[in-house]
């Protein structure tokens, strides 16, 4: 069974400051990873796709990388802002075929002015 | 962009009534999945489907059902209703299961 697991579980930094989320998961044979960020109450929004070929991903001032093998990402952020305060959420999809996404535990980040 | 439209938002249910929750996802897209995230939790896989047929089950109870229709949105039915399935319902869509996943806003049930 596919277990992920995110460190940090809480993060408190100050602006402007440069930071790294971690998502680790046990079972290696994965078919992509997606990065999401929630804010209270609301919905799911999809940071980055990492597909098992892939090493890494960059959207702005996001960069998500891949280590497949040792059944790690992490998401790196840079140059927070107190905009980024929410929760980071890692989920991994299996190979095989199946369509399930298994999320982590999440990561609360807040950035403080 | 169109994104992931899920109704209603909120609506409370008592116990042993029957609530049903509707997904319209991205225009083009051919897989919608369904998910539950309990209060402080990770969301919880349910059920997805590919064009219109079930292509994968989770932890779903057999007290919920769900379908895609022709025009591929798809309903949650939920019967039954105990305390314990007040959560936040996602759904979801993605084109190929293999692509980036879009989530709606969720549909929060409270059962009383």
């Known amino acids: 069974k596919q277990e992920v697991t995110q460190i940090p579980a809480a993060l408190s930094v100050p602006e402007g400051e440069n930071l790294v989320l971690n998502c680790s998961f046990t079972?290696?044979?994965?078919?992509?990873l997606q990065w999401f960020r929630q804010d209270p109450g609301k919905g799911l929004t999809s940071l980055l796709l990492i597909q098992s070929s892939q090493r890494e991903q960059t959207s702005g001032r996001l960069n998500a990388s891949l280590d497949k093998s040792s059944g790690r990402s992490t998401l790196y952020i840079a140059a927070s802002q107190p905009g980024d305060s929410a929760t980071y959420l890692c989920?991994?999809?299996?190979?095989?075929?199946?369509?399930?996404?298994?999320f982590g535990t999440g990561t609360q980040l807040k950035v403080e002015l | 962009a169109a994104g992931v439209i899920q109704s209603p938002r909120h609506l409370i249910k008592e116990k042993r009534e029957t609530a049903t929750l509707k997904c319209y996802p991205i225009p083009r897209h051919d897989t919608v999945y369904w998910y539950q995230q309990g209060p402080g939790q990770d969301p919880q896989f349910l059920i997805s489907f590919y064009e219109k047929m079930q292509s994968d089950k989770g932890s779903i109870p057999d007290r919920f059902s769900a379908q895609q229709f022709s025009d591929y949105h798809s309903e949650l039915n939920m019967s039954s209703l105990e305390l314990g399935d007040s959560a936040l319902y996602f759904c979801?869509?993605?084109w190929g299961g293999g692509n980036t996943i879009y989530f709606g806003e969720g549909s929060w049930l409270t059962v009383v």
């Open positions: 989920a991994v999809r299996l190979g095989g075929g199946g369509n399930k996404l298994t």
């Open positions: 079972d290696s044979a994965i078919y992509n």
């Open positions: 979801a869509s993605s």
